[in-house]
């Protein structure tokens, strides 16, 4: 079991520039979830899916897209990205919702130079 | 919406010696309380986690104690080891909410 796996582990983005950030679990987990981590602030939700077919915004969507791709898969898009952007960027995902254990992929350090 | 607080922001004792980390929380409904801990270069893992309808948990070293009335509650881990350096966070959701709120973390550094 590899268990939640994100791509790519490292990238580096000129402002204005997009990209999507990939995430796949195979804990047959419904739900899954974005977050940002950034010195002394702990992690802050983005955007979460409850369920396949669904997502909803978190704490700091703005400036970020997301799709459930299927029950494995979701994604995050950055249209078009700037500086306040640069951050390290965990997908999760859970049995069913935050009352059960959430388990962590490695993260992706995005700079937006 | 649900605000936790975490303190300290850096905590270093010495192997052998307890560490206990706090955090309160604003959400009265709030009624799951978990802890993670990140290492570096790794993503956050659960290490225990406690509900609003108990008041202690306990996992060999590690253990949790909830105080709802005052809305805080805390890591205690006793006997510490070097290998328990890293990154503490505490977090708080309400049940059936998948927007679960995480403290600042608590960067815990054991000298042998």
């Known amino acids: 079991n590899a268990g939640v796996t994100q791509t790519p582990k490292f990238q580096v983005l000129k402002t204005g520039q997009s990209m999507t950030l990939q995430c796949a679990q195979d804990m047959n987990h419904n739900s899954m979830y974005w977050y940002r981590q950034d010195p002394g602030m702990g992690l802050r939700l983005i955007y979460y899916?409850?369920?396949?077919?669904?997502?909803d915004k978190g704490e700091v969507p703005n400036g970020y897209n997301v799709s459930r791709l299927n029950k494995r898969e979701f994604s995050l898009r950055l249209e078009s990205a700037a500086p306040s952007q640069t951050s390290v960027y965990f997908c999760?995902?859970?049995?069913?919702?935050?009352?059960?254990?959430?388990?962590f992929g490695q993260g992706t350090r995005l700079t937006v130079v | 919406g649900e605000n936790v607080e975490q303190h300290p922001s850096t905590l270093s004792v010495q192997e052998g010696d307890s560490a206990v980390i706090k955090c309160t929380y604003s959400d009265s409904a709030s009624n799951y309380f978990p802890w993670y801990k990140q290492e570096l270069g790794k993503g956050p893992q659960l290490i225990i986690d406690?509900?609003?309808?108990?008041g202690e948990k306990k996992d060999q070293r590690i253990a949790v104690t909830l105080n709802k009335t005052a809305k805080h509650f805390s890591l205690h881990i006793t006997e510490t080891q070097p290998e328990d350096s890293a990154v503490y966070f505490c977090?708080?959701?309400?049940?059936?909410?998948?927007?679960?709120?995480f403290g600042a973390g608590t960067r815990l550094t054991v000298k042998p």
């Open positions: 406690i509900r609003s309808n108990v």
């Open positions: 977090a708080a959701s309400r049940y059936n909410n998948n927007d679960m709120r």
């Open positions: 899916s409850a369920s396949e077919g669904t997502t």
């Open positions: 999760a995902s859970s049995w069913e919702g935050y009352n059960t254990e959430a388990f």
